[in-house]
């Protein structure tokens, strides 16, 4: 039970000034002031506008309430079971409903052209809060957090309201730092029936004609002569303004006229109503379903084909998980052999993430050939996921209980070199850490405890000497991953634990310290979703939609959530076409490609059946593979004219007649006249089997 900050917790009975029936969000074990610190969010009734008091309502953001409690006592609590974690954790704040965060991300996906997106207004607010995040220690360790989030919101240019303040960073920091969580509340916009005020112009204003300029669609008798023009002019290769035409002009009855500028426009003789473009294509998307149409404009062929389908221990100054980390890199002993003679491929980097407060390793990732920054991006990215499922991405299957960690810390400290660069941090704001350190140059002991973790390997005197791997770079990292595992359960962290813990009877490993500290919440960690995690930490990289897959190198890719989307059927319409997308380089076995606002994730295809083993496979091993298959391509270029020549030679050396030795001749060959059928009347016995029927 992960009890990081932002948790859903209840009070079933009550407890303190917690009350009975509220949820609040763990914000802060604060070991320095001996309190840990709760909010909760009260929604507050909605008010008339000025505009229309009888109509109008509008409901304002909620009420941020700050409790405080004993550190003591809150940790009693939790022992006790008077305070409990809430069974199901909502992924958004209440005032979202049961909207999902990439259900939020279509919203945005379909606002095609908008002056300003939602996305633009979430970094709006990220920008007055972001001074407060940064500076988050100083602000949750204040006497009244409050008061000077309240004096921020006033310094802001130009100042915003200090409960709306509150309520912002309150909601970014309890509910993983989700930049959704500050999204618009905008599934409730725009819901009501239209039908209800018939006559009546909703939509856009024309520019040209001015805001009140045309009719409204919403009435029946409208809507059904739109539909009954669709029925009587759609066919087979007749485009959707054509049918619009036609049905004004011989179902509504207008005519076209011409105004003073010379433009040509419709108008109705009688002043009836009749639709523009934009609401009669509508009212038809509504009525009938896009497959209908293509099949309509295409036939079912087409569609079917293309469209379809140190002043002390550095464990001293920290109290909580995840509170701090440390990063640093190795490299293993063991070379892996390459696909061509003799040769080996570059050797692998590993990058591993250690909790201070605990002495676990809480993430690892590798790099080929060199320390690179994409290693410690993919430790950071298996520092944030779910260990069973990054496992997984290597076809390795570990137990939730040997790896609990989850969530990335707020505090790293950087390895100095390519984990300090730039390219090392996360390409979004979610992924970045509050506090990047960077320990002077060769000073290893100012991080000394994921130093001091390291795998160590003998110097051997005399003439140098390797070890050669029969594994495969994602078999190697899989042999790393095994090794961090059993780290976690077998390392000595007995200088870690205090009294209470030994009391407590805490055995000295690293997971066993981690669940205990986890259980009485004290967890700094920050959550962040799979996807978030995938697009801020993961490499980007374009592949290629086809009709049948997706393309990286020569490595096809396809899963049936792919099938579901409608990629493929415009890669068959487009002759194909790029997507963005993101890979773990040292293992191809999945990637994930961005597909119509949401993140698709695609699994390696073989081009016959056999071992799945084969599927797991750096970009390194893929691209070698690739230059051999290429090699072999053009050495059987030739081989396959040869091999025709050599069949030809031997057919003239055994009949003594060149292979193609036949006369083009004009006219159609005399089958069937006197001479010919005489002549197969003579020989066709000779040619069956004796006995053969005639």
Known sequence: MSMHIGVQLLAPRGYEQMASGVIYHLLRSDHHRDRVLLVCFVQRPSKPTKKAKHQKKWTPLPLPVLIGLRRGKFEQGLLEGLIVRVDEQVELPTWFGDLTSSELLEYDFKRKGAKKSHADRIDQILSYIWPLVNNLDEVLSAEDPSTLINRHARSCRPPQNETRMR?????????????????????????????????????????????????????????????????????????????????????????????????????????????????????????????????????????????????????????????????????????????????????????????????????????????????????????????????????????????????????????????????????????????????????????????????????????????????????????EIARTVAANNSADVSQRLNNQAVVAGVMPTPIALWNYLNSLGRNNAIPITFDDAVRAFLMPIQVRVENDGVYYLDQRFDSPKLRDLTLLERASATHGFEVKAYMLDVCLRHIWIEAEGQLVEVDAMLQIFDGDEQLFISVVELEQIRRLRRESASGFRVHTQAARSEVHEDFEEQTGKPFDQGTRKTGRAKRRNVVSMDERRQVIDYLRAKGGKS
């Open 167 to 479: 309520c912002w960073l309150y909601t970014y920091l309890c509910f993983g730092r989700s930049r959704w969580a500050l999204h618009y509340p905008v599934h409730k916009i725009g819901v009501w029936d239209r039908m209800t005020k018939v006559g009546k112009k909703f939509g856009r204003q024309s520019l040209a004609k001015g805001a009140q300029h045309g009719y409204g669609s919403n009435d029946p008798e409208m809507i059904e002569k739109i539909l009954d023009g669709y029925r009587r002019f759609a066919g087979p290769g007749e485009h959707m303004s054509k049918i619009f035409r036609q049905t004004l002009m011989k179902i509504f009855g207008c005519t076209v006229t011409t105004d003073r500028f010379g433009r040509k426009y419709f108008v109705h003789p009688s002043g009836e109503p009749f639709p523009t473009l934009g609401q009669f294509e509508y009212r038809v998307a509504q009525t009938f379903p896009l497959l209908e149409r293509q099949y309509t404009k295409f036939g079912h062929a087409r569609t079917r084909n293309r469209l379809a389908p140190s002043l002390g221990r550095f464990t001293e100054s920290v109290g909580n998980l995840m509170e701090r980390t440390e990063e640093d890199g190795y490299r293993p002993d063991q070379v892996a052999m390459g696909y061509e003679s003799g040769s080996h491929l570059p050797p692998l980097i590993v990058v591993r993430t250690r909790c201070v407060t605990s002495g676990m390793l809480v993430g690892i990732g590798f790099s080929v050939g060199g320390e690179r920054a994409s290693a410690y991006r993919i430790a950071k990215f298996c520092e944030a996921i779910d260990k069973q499922k990054f496992c997984s991405l290597f076809g390795y299957t570990i137990e939730s209980h040997q790896w609990p960690s989850i969530g990335i810390s707020p505090h790293r400290i950087a390895d100095r070199g390519p984990g300090s660069t730039a390219k090392a941090q996360s390409s979004t704001s979610q992924g970045r850490a509050a506090i990047d350190e960077m320990p002077p140059s060769w000073m290893g002991q100012s991080k000394a405890p994921i130093e001091s973790s390291n795998p160590r390997s003998d110097n051997i005197e005399g003439e140098p000497t390797f070890i050669e791997s029969q594994l495969t770079i994602p078999q190697l990292a899989i042999q």
